[in-house]
């Protein structure tokens, strides 16, 4: 049953839980799923993320999957479509376009998802804009409270979260949009989370969620989230991360692994 919990005792769960992290290696990981909902953290552009998320689905055999790169309706739009056929999946989800890396780099998770139910919990780019200017909550709606967005951040959490996000934007943002951009992430973490749990309702488990390892944060993305709004859900968070993490990396467990060749990100990223 979802039931809601105070945020900061939440938080004071999740930090607990941190003395218990540690690296681990895809062969370490077992052969079933380790919760009922899964996040398996990724960094987007990181052809081995895809890979190493690909074999755990295989290995798993999920009830659902939840993708962060997917809308609802693309999701839906897949229906029988052979997903082993990476032009087919491409042109039934209308990948090009989106964004987001290119597709080959993705195919191996739908190849190996063989029956699972797909979900998409992207939400229209016009909601995450409004969080901006109007905050989480009065975007999320009347369920916020029981995902935690009813209740300010402490005012420490918030001035980290603030600095998180001007250097994640190569120090280019103007200060004042800074407590927008944090209410826009707590609201997709939310709903990352919200879809998870439909997901979990629908199909049962293990439900596994593709998404960036940012958002597997235990401490701030959907763990946290779900820690608050379905707190009797196990729940199981996976990074995986490039060169070594702080001592506080916060998953239940982390892999490392080389970087892949990109251009610097903040590059023509001009500050205002």
Not at 60 to 79: C, D, N, R, Y
């Amino acid at each position: 049953m979802i039931k809601a919990i105070s945020f900061l005792s939440a938080m004071s769960l999740l930090c607990g839980d941190m003395a218990f992290a540690q690296k681990t290696t895809l062969a370490d990981l077992p052969a079933t799923a380790p919760a009922e909902i899964v996040i398996l953290g990724e960094i987007h552009d990181n052809p081995t993320h895809h890979l190493t998320q690909a074999d755990l689905v295989a290995r798993w055999k999920p009830a659902a999957i939840v993708f962060e790169m997917l809308t609802p309706s693309q999701a839906k739009a897949v229906g029988g479509t052979d997903r082993t056929d990476a032009t087919a999946m491409e042109a039934a989800l209308q990948w090009n376009g989106t964004g987001w890396p290119d597709y080959d780099l993705y195919h191996p998770i739908f190849a190996a998802s063989g029956t699972a139910n797909l979900y998409g919990a992207a939400l229209d780019i016009s909601d995450v804009r409004r969080a901006i200017t109007e905050g989480a909550a009065t975007v999320f709606g009347p369920d916020a409270s029981l995902y935690g967005l009813a209740t300010p951040l402490p005012a420490a959490e918030q001035s980290a979260r603030e600095a998180d996000q001007m250097t994640a934007h190569c120090n280019a943002l103007p200060p004042e949009m800074l407590a927008g951009m944090v209410a826009a992430q707590r609201l997709r973490d939310a709903a990352f989370a919200r879809t998870a749990l439909a997901a979990l309702a629908e199909a049962g488990g293990p439900v596994v969620v593709i998404t960036g390892s940012g958002h597997a944060d235990r401490d701030r993305g959907i763990p946290a989230a779900l820690a608050i709004a379905a707190p009797d859900t196990s729940v199981y968070s996976i990074g995986q991360i490039e060169g070594a993490p702080d001592p506080s990396a916060p998953f239940d467990v982390w892999i490392v692994t080389p970087p892949t060749p990109r251009d610097d990100p903040c590059v023509g990223f001009a500050k205002p």
